[in-house]
């Protein structure tokens, strides 16, 4: 049975599909089967993990959520990075622009528009080791989806307080959409872009951390570094960009508290 995992938060700009493609990738690497869905109306990890050229692979996950009876097989597509399948890691496509924005509306008017994914879900169930959903910052239909279609959650942050505004208003969403309480929720708070030489804004946030998720914060911090946006001009995860760098170590050790859910 797939573990789904969401990542999201109510905050732009915290490294979010940075983090759903290495995550995706390291896991990968690891030996588990990883499905990919990209909810974000950037698309950012559509370009990362999908060859945008090929002809015979149009469909994407609109396709999927607007049609009870499309194969979801169909829109499963292998990952392909830099011209090269990757083994074991698969996407089904999002697309940028107003694609997403005209998907959310077009679902408003159909019968269970919060359940699609989940139903659809279950026929790949056995499938894959992994799904990661990559969603994005604002709570819509497709929010909706990829919460009830969830058992395990992931909020990128970085140690600022909008970046923990976003956090708290992203855990109210899900404890709404899912009908639960927060203690029941299964979620780690990934810190991210830290830098280690702003020891105000390091302070803070570990003790903002300690006292509000005592329980739920990573092992694995995502240090800044430079690197990370030379990797993301490329559309590489960093550690196919540069295996030798420190930063390449950061999100391998993530995937490893993800699959042994130290939390």
Same mark, same amino acid.
């Given at each position: 049975?797939? =573990?789904?995992?969401?990542?999201?938060?109510?905050?732009?700009?915290?490294?979010? /599909? #940075?983090?759903?493609?290495?995550?995706? !990738?390291?896991?990968?690497?690891?030996?588990?089967?990883? $499905?990919?869905?990209?909810? %974000? /109306?950037?698309?950012?990890?559509?370009? &990362?993990?999908?060859?945008?050229?090929?002809?015979?692979?149009?469909?994407? *996950?609109? %396709?999927?959520?607007?049609?009870?009876?499309?194969?979801?097989?169909?829109?499963? &597509?292998?990952?392909? *990075?830099?011209?090269?399948?990757?083994?074991?890691?698969? *996407?089904?496509?999002? =697309?940028?622009?107003?694609?997403?924005?005209?998907?959310?509306?077009?679902?408003?008017?159909?019968?269970? =528009?919060?359940?699609?994914?989940?139903?659809?879900?279950?026929?790949?169930?056995?499938?894959?080791?992994?799904? *990661?959903?990559?969603?994005?910052?604002?709570?819509?239909?497709?929010?909706?989806?990829?919460?009830?279609?969830?058992?395990?959650?992931?909020?990128? #942050?970085?140690?600022?307080?909008?970046? @923990?505004?976003?956090?708290?208003?992203?855990?109210?969403?899900?404890?709404?959409? +899912?009908?639960?309480?927060?203690?029941? $929720?299964?979620?780690?708070?990934?810190? #991210?872009?830290?830098?280690? /030489?702003?020891?105000?804004?390091?302070? !803070?946030?570990?003790? !903002?951390?300690?006292?509000?998720?005592? %329980?739920?914060?990573?092992?694995? &911090?995502?240090?800044?570094?430079?690197?990370?946006? %030379?990797?993301? =001009?490329?559309?590489?995860?960093?550690?196919?960009?540069?295996?030798? /760098?420190?930063? +390449?170590?950061?999100?391998?050790? @993530?995937?490893?508290?993800?699959?042994?859910?130290?939390?």
């Amino acid at each position: 049975m797939a =573990r789904i995992v969401c990542i999201a938060t109510n905050k732009g700009g915290v490294g979010k /599909s #940075t983090t759903s493609v290495n995550l995706a !990738y390291e896991l990968s690497k690891q030996g588990k089967k990883v $499905l990919v869905l990209d909810f %974000d /109306s950037q698309a950012d990890t559509t370009k &990362y993990l999908a060859s945008l050229t090929a002809s015979n692979q149009s469909y994407f *996950i609109g %396709d999927v959520l607007l049609d009870r009876k499309f194969d979801i097989n169909d829109a499963i &597509y292998p990952a392909v *990075i830099a011209g090269n399948e990757v083994e074991n890691l698969f *996407i089904i496509k999002g =697309r940028s622009g107003d694609a997403m924005t005209k998907l959310a509306m077009d679902m408003n008017s159909i019968p269970k =528009r919060e359940e699609r994914l989940k139903l659809h879900l279950q026929k790949v169930d056995d499938d894959f080791d992994f799904v *990661i959903i990559d969603t994005a910052p604002n709570a819509n239909v497709l929010m909706m989806n990829a919460v009830i279609a969830a058992g395990e959650f992931v909020f990128p #942050t970085e140690f600022k307080e909008h970046s @923990f505004d976003g956090i708290e208003n992203i855990i109210t969403h899900i404890c709404e959409v +899912a009908f639960s309480e927060e203690e029941e $929720l299964d979620f780690m708070i990934l810190p #991210t872009k830290i830098n280690r /030489s702003a020891t105000r804004a390091l302070n !803070y946030g570990k003790e !903002y951390c300690s006292e509000r998720f005592p %329980d739920n914060v990573a092992d694995s &911090y995502i240090w800044l570094r430079e690197i990370f946006a %030379d990797a993301e =001009r490329v559309h590489k995860p960093l550690s196919m960009f540069k295996p030798s /760098s420190e930063a +390449a170590m950061y999100y391998k050790k @993530f995937a490893r508290e993800v699959i042994e859910n130290v939390i």
